[in-house]
């Protein structure tokens, strides 16, 4: 079992009860309401886990059955997933093969404001922010000391305000990413008291950026952080993220200042390259020393449809073998494409290459068909013993979600370098390291390198793992013609596609509740 924050599920009438395992399995508290709930300072830990399990399960009863959010299939809503099929399906890394509405239109690039996963994710995202609004209100100064609490009792919550500024500074970034200018609340408006005006991508960029910053030392020390939870490197990493993007978020050139973010991640001494790259996306996966920052999963306590359940039943098909890959049967959807197969120059010599080809041909022409385009099974539920997940009967996995990780910051670190930060040779030098995890030997490590082979390194290292189209993005390649991929724009040989795919739309339910929102561009 995982020794990690458990998630109670908290919300204005239901608290669950705690305690120190990563269980959901437990019976609601019925009759609390949140004044009750926050009378006791004990109560604390429960909400903010529930805020944190937002980004694993998708209700109060999994694996479905008291969704979150309505409108959608509960498991295709789940945060990771629907992160992933905006961030990989609509590029070279990935294509799934499912009739499910919404779902070709990732693949073809001619999503529209009606497609369900972008209204999932639209949603998810601020479903998230709201439960962060309100616990940060009712975390308050003024409502801590009008219920009486101590100052140690204060401190500690204190602590979980600031974590839950961190998450909602997490979802704000995936906002800022993914539909650029969005609607905007703050734990100073009261919910359903106003209509949200909208906040300017470049301005919420200066919020998240503000709000991370006043944060950074107010979190743990990524030494004596418990696992699953945000340290003071998660937030130095989603600093440099931002940093890294801020050229397509606010027109500012911010390298430099992300370089200096991933420096002190790496100066912190605490986390290391794991020595095994498959190891990163296995059932014991929480053992690795690599991760910054994990969504969680248990194949018993944490049931759910999406996540890394979704991740790895919908890889496995064909001739593959569900049990080695710690499944009872797979759901025949994800594969890749020619022009991510053959960023591998070397093929099987570079450990990262996991691609299953046996029966599978390496064009495709039709989609549904899931024999056409390399299987690409990364993660697995099986630990690095070889022993099965915990729950192969159920289809549950316990593979955690590695939302933020080193090699990232290696990689960042570089890239910033080379659009004009400096300390390119340390880069260098950074980009070798996983060169070296991938090939055994440093025979085929860089004696310095482009933006070009930065690109392609980080497809290589990143893949499936929610990062994609925003580095296509960022290097002028996810629109356009200049680089396409089958199905790219529609046809299975690809074709240019317009700009303003760059940001998915608003939903169009949201537009007509809200007059204060204006479409993004194109839609």
């Known amino acids: 079992m995982k020794k990690i924050l458990t998630f109670g599920i908290f919300l204005?009438?239901?608290?669950?009860?705690?305690?120190?395992?990563?269980?959901?399995?437990?019976?609601?508290?019925?009759?609390?309401?949140?004044?009750?709930?926050?009378?006791?300072?004990?109560?604390?830990?429960?909400?903010?886990?529930?805020?944190?399990?937002?980004?694993?399960?998708?209700?109060?009863?999994?694996?479905?059955?008291?969704a979150d959010i309505s409108g959608i299939d509960e498991g295709f809503s789940a945060y990771v997933r629907v992160l992933y099929n905006l961030q990989e399906v609509p590029t070279d890394v990935a294509v799934c093969g499912w009739n499910d509405p919404g779902i070709p239109e990732l693949n073809k690039s001619t999503w529209s404001a009606d497609?369900?996963?972008?209204?999932?994710?639209?949603?998810?995202?601020?479903?998230q922010?709201?439960?962060?609004?309100?616990?940060i209100r009712e975390c308050s100064e003024n409502k801590m000391t009008d219920r009486g609490f101590n100052e140690a009792q204060k401190e500690e919550i204190r602590l979980y305000r600031n974590e839950a500024r961190f998450l909602r500074a997490l979802s704000y970034s995936h906002a800022m990413d993914l539909f650029g200018n969005v609607p905007?609340?703050?734990?100073?408006?009261?919910?359903?008291?106003?209509?949200?005006?909208?906040i300017l991508r470049a301005d919420l960029f200066n919020y998240v950026e503000t709000e991370l910053l006043e944060i950074e030392s107010l979190l743990m020390d990524p030494a004596s952080c418990p696992?699953?939870?945000?340290?003071?490197?998660?937030?130095?990493?989603?600093?440099?993220?931002?940093?890294?993007?801020?050229?397509?978020?606010a027109g500012a050139n911010r390298y430099s200042d992300c370089q200096v973010f991933?420096?002190?991640?790496?100066?912190?001494?605490?986390?290391?390259?794991?020595?095994?790259?498959?190891?990163?996306?296995?059932?014991d996966n929480h053992m690795s020393p690599e991760i910054i920052f994990p969504v969680t999963f248990d194949g018993l306590y944490t049931q759910t449809y999406g996540g890394t359940t979704f991740l790895i039943h919908a890889a496995v098909?064909?001739?593959?073998?569900?049990?080695?890959?710690?499944?009872?049967?797979?759901?025949?959807?994800?594969?890749?494409?020619?022009?991510?197969?053959?960023?591998?120059a070397d093929s099987m010599l570079d450990s990262r290459y996991l691609f299953y080809r046996d029966g599978q041909s390496l064009d495709i022409t039709s989609l549904g068909s899931f024999t056409q385009g390399y299987g690409l099974p990364k993660y697995r539920n099986i630990t690095s013993g070889s022993d099965p997940g915990s729950n192969v009967a159920g289809g549950f996995v316990d593979v955690d979600?590695?939302?933020?990780?080193?090699?990232?910051?290696?990689?960042?670190?570089?890239?910033?370098?080379?659009?004009?930060?400096?300390?390119?040779?340390?880069?260098?030098?950074?980009?070798?390291?996983?060169?070296?995890?991938?090939?055994?030997?440093?025979?085929?490590?860089?004696?310095?390198?482009?933006?070009?082979?930065?690109?392609?390194?980080?497809?290589?290292?990143?893949?499936?793992?929610?990062?994609?189209?925003?580095?296509?993005?960022?290097?002028?390649?996810?629109?356009?013609?200049?680089?396409?991929?089958?199905?790219?724009?529609?046809?299975?040989?690809?074709?240019?596609?317009?700009?303003?795919?760059?940001?998915?739309?608003?939903?169009?339910?949201?537009?007509?509740?809200?007059?204060?929102?204006?479409?993004?561009?194109?839609?």
């Open 262 to 283: 991933c420096q002190k991640i790496l100066d912190h001494g605490v986390f290391v390259l794991d020595n095994n790259y498959q190891n990163l996306f296995l059932a």
């Open 129 to 135: 922010i709201t439960l962060c609004n309100e616990f």
């Open 12 to 66: 204005p009438a239901v608290l669950l009860v705690f305690s120190c395992k990563k269980q959901l399995n437990q019976e609601p508290l019925y009759g609390l309401n949140a004044a009750t709930v926050y009378a006791d300072p004990e109560n604390y830990i429960n909400v903010l886990a529930k805020i944190y399990s937002g980004l694993s399960v998708t209700g109060l009863k999994g694996p479905a059955g008291n």
């Open 401 to 523: 979600y590695p939302m933020f990780r080193l090699a990232e910051v290696h990689l960042m670190h570089a890239e910033a370098g080379l659009r004009g930060a400096g300390n390119t040779g340390q880069g260098t030098n950074l980009v070798n390291a996983l060169r070296e995890r991938a090939y055994g030997n440093t025979g085929s490590n860089f004696v310095s390198i482009t933006l070009d082979e930065l690109l392609d390194e980080r497809a290589r290292e990143l893949y499936w793992e929610c990062s994609r189209r925003t580095d296509l993005i960022r290097f002028g390649k996810f629109t356009g013609s200049d680089y396409l991929w089958p199905f790219k724009g529609g046809p299975d040989v690809g074709q240019g596609t317009p700009d303003y795919l760059n940001l998915y739309p608003l939903p169009t339910a949201d537009l007509i509740l809200n007059p204060n929102l204006t479409q993004n561009i194109g839609y």
């Open 227 to 249: 696992y699953g939870r945000a340290s003071q490197a998660a937030v130095q990493f989603l600093l440099a993220k931002n940093y890294l993007n801020a050229e397509v978020y």
């Open 115 to 127: 497609n369900s996963f972008v209204k999932a994710m639209y949603y998810r995202i601020f479903y």
């Open 184 to 198: 905007f609340v703050t734990e100073e408006d009261n919910v359903g008291s106003f209509v949200p005006e909208q």
């Open 317 to 344: 098909g064909g001739t593959m073998v569900p049990s080695e890959f710690g499944i009872s049967g797979g759901w025949q959807g994800l594969r890749t494409t020619r022009p991510f197969v053959e960023k591998f």
